[in-house]
């Protein structure tokens, strides 16, 4: 049979295996997926293997998508606009790098949510590496503008230089966001994960009928939500639909087949 894995450490509490069962079910493609616990350092000997043993492909997760794209053979423009990888496809004797973590929020946004990007104007709060995956998506659908606001303004100014030529991208700091309001409101960070209750952003950021999107997700309602939801954003969603998507994305890559998604949040989250 077939085989992919979803590689990380940690990994058990990984939601793939489950998604793309029900996809391999849905399209009637027969191939297993399991887990794959790699050791801290210990990405490239665990990917080595798994192809010596006649594994075909790898989704990535934290902490090893960097690692992933340095082991590469080739890779797609957006792993390289990404700066990470987490898709691998066996591609001969070579790895193959991709990243659908961007498309997977384009998908989940503009054809799950109906929230569309072309001619809004877009925040990016955060500019760490979920920050940096999603840039180039979303400059492909065409906002009017981007603006990136991040506690360390190098980092927010760093992907302003990396992605300015591609489309309308700015940095401010996050003292500046008072007084800006926006179309769609995306949090990149890790700002209130591990249960702090402040968060720092200025109120007033959301427009009438504006959309705020987590890029995690929980089985409650994360900190940022609840925040924007006081805040004034007319609808929200948070990074269930991401995962999903980017899933369908790898699947697509490694099978050529697109599986319907909609059965799949049904299954993770009935009612959603
Ligand atoms: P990831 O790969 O998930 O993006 P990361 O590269 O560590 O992880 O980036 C985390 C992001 O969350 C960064 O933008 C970080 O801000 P800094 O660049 O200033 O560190 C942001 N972040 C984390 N905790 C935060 C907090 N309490 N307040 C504001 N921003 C926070």
Redesign the pocket.
């Known amino acids: 049979m077939d085989r992919y894995a979803v590689i990380g450490n940690p990994v058990a509490h990984s939601k793939s295996p489950q998604i793309h069962a029900a996809f391999a079910r849905a399209t009637g493609q027969e191939l297993t997926y399991e887990r794959l616990l790699a050791p801290l350092g210990g990405f490239a000997e665990v990917a080595a293997q798994f192809a010596r043993d006649g594994g075909l492909g790898l989704n990535v997760t934290v902490p090893f998508k960097l690692d992933a794209l340095a082991i590469a053979d080739k890779a797609s423009e957006r792993a390289h606009a990404a700066g990470a990888c987490n898709t691998l496809k066996r591609d001969g004797e070579e790895w193959y790098a991709d990243n659908t973590d961007g498309a997977g929020i384009i998908r989940d946004l503009t054809f799950n949510l109906g929230v569309p990007i072309r001619h809004r104007d877009v925040l990016v709060?955060?500019?760490?590496?979920?920050?940096?995956g999603i840039m180039l998506p979303l400059l492909h659908e065409e906002p009017r503008s981007i603006t990136i606001a991040?506690?360390?303004m190098v980092?927010a100014d760093a992907l302003v230089e990396r992605f300015s030529a591609q489309g309308p991208v700015a940095s401010v700091e996050l003292s500046e966001l008072a007084g800006m309001d926006f179309d769609v409101v995306i949090n990149?960070?890790?700002?209130?994960l591990s249960g702090?209750v402040t968060?720092?952003w200025p109120a007033g950021l959301f427009r009438p009928g504006s959309f705020a999107y987590d890029m995690v997700y929980g089985d409650a309602p994360t900190a940022f939500l609840r925040w924007a939801r006081a805040g004034g954003a007319a609808r929200w969603a948070d990074g269930l639909g991401m995962l999903v998507e980017q899933a369908a994305e790898s699947f697509v890559l490694w099978r050529g087949v697109r599986p319907d998604t909609r059965p799949v949040f049904a299954l993770l989250r009935p009612g959603r």
Request: net charge positive; no cysteine; aromatic share 0%.
């Open positions: 709060l955060g500019a760490g590496g979920a920050a940096r991040n506690r360390t980092k990149a960070t890790s700002a209130g702090d968060l720092p």
